[in-house]
Nanobody, 123 residues
Framework: QVQLVESGGGLVQAGGSLRLSCTAS????????MAWFRQAPGKDREFVSA????????WYGDSVKGRFTMSRDNAKNTVYVQMNSLKPEDTADYYC????????????????WGQGTQVTVSS
């Protein structure tokens, strides 16, 4: 059974930082894209970042470019997103996704999803 477990969310002031982690079990972790998406109340799910299996290619949504950095450790079956210079508009539930193919930013291309971790950025 595939399981993705996110951690690292919380409350932070604007300008602060958080690092989210997502640990996978039950799948061939090193294959396919891994990604982070987020969803704020009343809004559509938004692409945050993605990384390829080797970790040498990353993609970012326009709203987080230059502030967020995604990485992965295949030995630990874990991906991370380091979030710096956080803004109140970054407030959302953040979801880890695995098994992505073809288009890293398309949520419909991902097979597995975590339960989400909440990030709240206060002004």
């Amino acid at each position: 059974q595939v399981q993705l477990v996110e951690s690292g969310g919380g409350l932070v002031q604007a300008g602060g930082s958080l690092r989210l982690s997502c640990t996978a079990s039950g799948l061939t972790f090193s294959r396919g894209y891994m990604a982070w998406f987020r969803q704020a109340p009343g809004k559509d799910r938004e692409f945050v970042s993605a990384i390829n299996w080797s970790g040498d290619s990353t993609w970012y949504g326009d709203s987080v470019k230059g502030r967020f950095t995604m990485s992965r450790d295949n030995a630990k079956n874990t991906v991370y997103v380091q979030m710096n210079s956080l803004k109140p508009e970054d407030t959302a539930d953040y979801y880890c996704a695995a098994g992505g193919t073809v288009v890293p930013s398309n949520p419909r291309r991902y097979t597995y999803w975590g339960q989400g971790t909440q990030v709240t950025v206060s002004s």
